[in-house]
């Protein structure tokens, strides 16, 4: 199984500041055919399901905000957040798709 | 737009069964692969299962294989969560969620319900 490790297991940033999410992989998520990471990033906010924000480890998905970005290739990811807004006050979870079982980091609380 | 509605969650006893069930909406459900995610009580999200929108392909967590069943009706457009054997360490909140790709069930999701809760206790 790939195992996800997200770093930190929570962060405090200011508004208006940014926030960095790291995402480490076991084994690379990297379709070397298609040269793709199989890598997307989630939102939770408390009471709601999970929101896709980013797939292919930097795409965002329709109707995110451009403060949200991805990076990272291979066993290495980050979720960056700048401009950080009250409403942004969540737990974000990276996930691989590379193959089953589909796996998913722990999570990492972000608060104002 | 995309909607899914899960229903079935209550309190079962350790050792019953339990059948979850997603009503789906708004895309071609039968070009889509679809999963379970559960969420424990204050945990992170584990992935349960996935069945490829032919039902053809099934893959489990190891945490359930051998007990819960996934399966699909297209015709209705609802997933379902067979779960047998229950015990305590599934007690939680079970999304269904839908896979973005046609092309491949290995992959993100795009769409989530709003989950139902599952308790097991005696």
């Known amino acids: 199984d790939i195992v996800m490790t997200q770093s930190p297991d929570s962060l405090a940033v200011s508004l208006g500041e940014r926030a960095t999410v790291n995402c480490k992989s076991s084994q690379s998520v990297l379709y070397s055919s298609n040269k793709k990471n199989y890598l997307a990033w989630y939102q939770q906010k408390p009471g709601q399901p999970p929101k896709l924000l980013i797939y292919w480890a930097s795409t965002r998905e329709s109707g995110v905000p451009d403060r949200f970005s991805g990076g990272g290739s291979g066993t290495d990811f980050t979720l960056t957040i700048n401009n950080l807004q009250a409403e942004d006050v969540a737990v974000y979870y990276c996930?691989?798709?590379?193959?089953?079982?589909?796996?998913f980091g722990g999570g990492t609380k972000v608060e104002i | 737009q995309v909607q899914l509605v899960e229903s079935g969650g209550g309190v079962v006893q350790p050792g019953r069964s339990l059948r979850l069930a997603c009503a789906a909406s708004g895309f071609t459900f039968s070009n889509y692969g679809m999963h379970w995610v559960r969420q424990a009580p204050g945990k992170g999200l584990e992935w349960v299962a996935l069945i490829s929108g032919d039902t053809k392909t099934k893959y489990y967590a190891d945490s359930v294989k051998g007990r819960f069943t996934i399966s699909r009706d297209n015709s209705m457009n609802t997933l379902f969560l067979q779960m047998n054997s229950v015990f305590a360490d599934d007690t939680a909140a079970y999304f269904c969620?839908?896979?973005?790709?046609?092309?491949?069930?290995?992959?993100?999701?795009?769409?989530w319900g709003q989950g139902t809760l599952v308790t097991v206790s005696s």
């Open positions: 969620a839908k896979g973005k790709r046609e092309e491949s069930y290995y992959s993100d999701l795009d769409s």
């Open positions: 996930q691989q798709y590379y193959n089953t079982p589909l796996t």
